[in-house]
């Protein structure tokens, strides 16, 4: 049965199990994309322990972004956490992760510097966003006593800040990235698709057919491949274009040519989407 805890010191007192903990950290609003999350750790976790964090955190939301209107499914969640192979399920509320309520104070807190790479892509389009970010997955890191921390690599940006972290501030946790959960028409499982209407939704199946065209012509070089891209989003003039781009895997400069990744942003109404895939450069 999975345990509902709302407290840290709840966390602190569950017994250790016969095997690693290994955490899925979420916003809630949980979908098939979360369950795989979950389903991987609980491979990874075999008789050690399984903790969903389910906590809306409110530093990686700038002013005038959804934090106030984004989806909040406890109920729903746990019963799809459960389904999934959820040990625990801690759903904290922001004094229990902050230590206060009250939200002026969360801009005199301590937090990770992101360094560059949190600076570019998402991080430009979302000032102090990954700080907010790294902030609370080294603090839920810390109250859940992880192991191994499994993220999706639909947030690729997030996925390669979080490694770099662990990494260069030596948190004994080993991060796993999962592979991005797709709707039948391509499009990255998120919980804000639920934003979308059904004009909306229909439309949004051009971002990774956008992101395929890349690839498709990604033997052909960086330029080719980006104009085959937008020639697929142009087809669809509800889909705004934030950016689309082609970076190394460590998000530096495209390669002239090998392994690299393709990512995009692009809003929808006011519905903000983004979605990634590897490609491999020709030269
Ligand atoms: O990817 C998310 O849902 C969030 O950014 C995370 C990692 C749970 C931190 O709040």
Redesign the pocket.
Known sequence: MTQVIHQARQLRALGAGAGPVCVV???GALHRGHAALIEQARGQAGAGQVIV?D???PT?FGAGEDYARYPRTLEQDVVLATAAGADVVYAPDVADVYGFADPSALNSLITIDPGPIGSILEGAARPGHFA??LT??AK?LHLTAADIAI??EK?YQ?LSL?TAMVNDLHFPVEVIGAPTVREDDGLAMS?RNRYLDPAQRAAAAVIPAALRAVQDSAGLGEHAALEAGRAVLDSQPDVELDYLTITAHDLGPAPASGAARVLIAARIGSTRLIDNMPVVLGA
Request: aromatic share 10%; charged share 5%; hydrophobic share 55%.
């Open positions: 950290m979420t916003m964090t906590f809306v955190n990686q907010g970010v609370v997955v839920l993220f999706g947030d997030q979080i919980s």
